[in-house]
Structures are given as C-alpha cells and as structure tokens.
C-alpha cells in the first residue's frame, strides 16, 4: 500500500492458494449410488428417465490452486470534503477446480441441450446401437449390485436405465475471472441532518469457466447459475438526533436461463430495501449508546422475474421468494 498523497492511496496484491482434502479423496467419504427418475428435456416437458447417480469422494484428485491480483486506489480528496472513492481491479485463475459438478444434475436433471453441453463430461446416455447398448447395461447392473445402493421404491432392472451420471468429486476445471469492484460515497452535512449517497457494484470483464480438463473455457457470464456481466447496489442515508433512515435499491440486470428447452431471457430486477433506526444518546443513562432498527427488505413486494429451475419459478441464487 502507498499513500501518495492528497488522500489517495494506492494498493495491490499478488497471492497463490492451495487446497487438497483428504476426506474427499476417498470413495467411501458420503458415498453412494442412487437411483431415481430424472427430469430429461428429450423426452418432452415435464418428462422424466429411469437414471443412475455415483456420489462419493475420488481417489484421483489433486490439489486445487489458484492465483489472484489485485490493484487498486482510494481516494478521499482534501478539495472534496466527504467524498470517497474505491476501484480496484481483480484477475482470478483456479485451476484443478474439486467440485462435484454432476450432482447439479443429479439434483435439477438434464433440462435443455446447453445444460447438457455444459456437463457432458459426467453425464453418459445409453447408446443407441446393441453392442453399446449391451455394455451400458452391463454397467448399470454392476452399479446396481453396489453395497452402496440406495433405492426409492424398488430396485430397477438395469435393461431400463437410460442415463448414468458421475456426481463424485473430481478436478472440474478453471475459472478465470477479471473485473473491477467499485465504490463512491458522499457524505454532507445540512441544517436538517447528515446525508450520505453511496454507489456499490461490480463489473466483470471476464467470467470464463469449464468443468472438465477437456472442455475449453467458454464465457459464462449473464447465464444462470453464474455472475451477471454487473451488479449495483445504490444507498441514500440521513441522520439526525440518533435517528436514522436509509433506503437502497438494489439492480441484476437481465441474464440467460439455461434451465429451458430453449434458452429464454430472465428480465432484470431491481428492489428497494427500507432501514429505520434509533440510537439513544449519552445522556440517556443506562440506555446510552443503545440502538435499535427495523429493516424491511423489498420493501414495493416486487415479485422476483419468472425463471424456471428444476421445481421452481424463480431463480434462488438472486431473488427471494
């Protein structure tokens, strides 16, 4: 960090990381092989195909890593008092990613060819010719007779499982991200109370990611279960007498879903959120430095945008029901 000067600072930082888990090299660690209908989009909307699911930990992982850099400034001017500024730029690479990224389909199924594109690697249809077809049944039988089974409503012939999908842990990939968090408030007092407006959001420039070491990086930003290209949080406080009011408003832009047969539009949303608060003074005695707030969140009851994932219409990851 280096203080230039006239309130601006300068930072930055260089780290690398390293994470191994022993518990999830092993096989037996929350293992299992299940078997249960899944939601397959080939056969139709709302369609479902007899299906087999590994889970457990794998003995072939390897330590995953990463690299990270930061640079960035903060400013608080002398010839602006009250106003702060804060960039900074961030560039992430993971690499050797331990994940167990087929599980996402074992939990929501195969619902649209690019969700299938995505995890082609753990996901294994049966063939259409015999010979293929045979061994895919050989398959399935060997993992139906696992010690590690678990059957809702009877055990299936394997002659009727259509898909095999590795949920284990592996090295599912890389990320490589780049983008800027940014920050700018502006703090002023007036004869009725101090005011404070503030601006949070992020950007990125890059959100590249593949879940196998096969598969090449492909931009997931603006796709469902991924970051959207930006993010903005925007705030107006005042205070006075111990008495607090802020309000923010909150803004995703639209993005894809990938979920659908089709990929559609999720259309933007943006809520308000509401905090009223009091504090008491130190005159109060007792109740001195005490204080106390009601926070309302979406505060118009704007409905989250439709997005249909799995069993549900709204998208979880960023909107509350």
């Known amino acids: 960090t280096w203080g230039v000067g006239g309130g601006l600072k300068l930072r930055g930082s260089y780290g690398r990381s390293f994470r191994a888990s022993l518990i999830q090299t092993d096989p037996a660690a929350n293992g299992g092989v299940s078997t249960r209908p899944l939601a397959d989009y080939t056969l139709g909307a709302g369609a479902t195909t007899p299906y087999i699911v590994l889970v457990g930990g794998n003995r072939d992982l390897t330590p995953e890593s990463s690299r990270t850099i930061n640079l960035g400034f903060d400013y608080n001017p002398d010839w602006a008092k009250g106003l702060s500024l804060s960039v900074t730029y961030f560039d992430v690479d ?9 599980n996402t389909i074992g939990t929501t199924g195969i619902t649209s060819a690019a969700r299938e594109a995505t995890f082609a690697a753990f996901i294994q249809r049966r063939p259409t010719d015999a010979a293929g077809s045979a061994a895919f049944t050989t ?9 590690l089974l678990l059957v809702s409503g009877g ?42 407006a503030g601006l949070v959001g992020t950007y990125f420039t890059k959100y590249d990611r593949t879940f196998s070491r096969l598969e090449p990086l492909l931009d997931r930003r603006s796709l469902i279960e991924f970051p959207t290209k930006y993010n903005l949080r925007g705030s107006l406080s005042w205070e006075k007498d111990g008495f607090r009011m802020a309000t923010f408003i909150n803004h995703l832009p639209s993005y894809t879903n990938t979920f659908t047969p089709t990929p559609t539009t999720v259309s933007a949303y943006t809520t308000v959120d509401l905090t009223l608060g009091y504090t008491f003074g130190d005159n109060a005695g007792a109740l001195g430095g005490l204080g106390f707030a009601v926070e309302v969140s ?10 249909r994932v799995a069993n549900q219409l709204f998208d979880s990851n960023n909107a509350s029901a």
């Open 298 to 307: 979406n505060l118009f009851d704007k409905e989250p945008p439709l997005a």
């Open 155 to 196: 055990v299936p012939a394997a002659s009727s499982i259509n898909v095999i999908v590795d949920g284990r842990t592996f090295n599912s990939g890389r990320l490589k991200a780049r983008g800027l968090d940014f920050s700018a408030f502006y703090n002023f007092e007036t004869s009725i109370g101090e005011f404070e």
């Open 94 to 102: 993971y690499k050797d990613i331990i994940d167990n990224p087929g």
């Open 139 to 147: 398959l399935a039988q060997s993992l139906i007779n696992s010690p």
